[in-house]
């Protein structure tokens, strides 16, 4: 199980509901999200800060007119949509590798500078692009389950050579991008210097950064039912 979500039209049920769950799973480590209305009220309680940073590890509020009703959304819709989640998807990957939940580098998406934002929304907008060039394309969502079916042959293994040719070409539109912006190879990161250690034909990236870019495709069918999408075979 990947995590609990609660969803119901009152804030006071819902709160108790997850409150009722978070204690039953807390020692699994399955995280409880319960839909609020707004990041206030009751909302307030979850935030581990406010609760002594213990009491309710795991526990989170979903505020919901916080993140819809935002002017970003409304103008940029789906699209705007895909680049949250890509973050969420990044920020997931963090935590996965133990990065603790104080960490400096777990920014939300509203605290990111504008030309990170950016960035995952250029991402967004390669996926599409990816996708299609290797026999695919983004549908509405309408099976639950296609988050786990996709890049697998026939018998479920999967196709690993697709996904590392779309790892590599992400990370070659991704090296067009930065370069674009003037950044360019580094052995170190530096904003200021707009050095990336990463900006290097992809036969010259380290094993790690391999793994890292073919994980992010391996992740694109569950980030996308995020946002109300999956991805299908197109035919022929």
Not at 25 to 30: E, P, T
Not at 140 to 152: G, I, K, M, N, Y
Request: charged share 25%; net charge negative.
């Amino acid at each position: 199980m990947d995590g609990i979500y609660i969803c119901m039209d009152n804030d006071a049920l819902g709160l108790h509901t997850g409150l009722t769950l978070h204690h039953k799973v807390r020692d699994q480590g399955i995280p409880v999200v319960v839909r609020m209305v707004e990041d206030a009220g009751l909302a307030l309680l979850l935030h581990q800060r406010g609760a002594g940073g213990v009491g309710y590890q795991g526990l989170y509020a979903f505020p919901l007119l916080d993140h819809t009703c935002t002017p970003d959304l409304i103008t940029r819709g789906t699209h705007e949509l895909l680049a949250r989640d890509l973050h969420q998807s990044y920020l997931d990957g963090l935590m996965a590798q133990g990065v603790p939940p104080d960490s400096p580098d777990l920014i939300p998406w509203d605290d990111l500078a504008e030309e990170v934002k950016e960035r995952n929304r250029q991402q967004a907008d390669r996926i599409a692009t990816i996708l299609g060039q290797h026999g695919y394309r983004i549908v509405p969502l309408t099976d639950w389950s296609a988050c786990d079916q996709v890049f697998t042959d026939e018998d479920g293994s999967e196709e690993s050579d697709k996904v590392q040719a779309m790892a590599r070409m992400e990370h070659d539109l991704w090296c067009q991008v930065m370069q674009a912006e003037g950044w360019r190879y580094g052995p170190q990161r530096s904003k200021t210097q707009k050095t990336n250690p990463d900006l290097v034909p992809w036969d010259q990236l380290p094993e790690g950064e391999i793994a890292k870019n073919e994980q992010f495709i391996r992740r694109l069918p569950r980030v996308l039912s995020r946002s109300g999408f999956q991805i299908e075979r197109r035919n022929g």
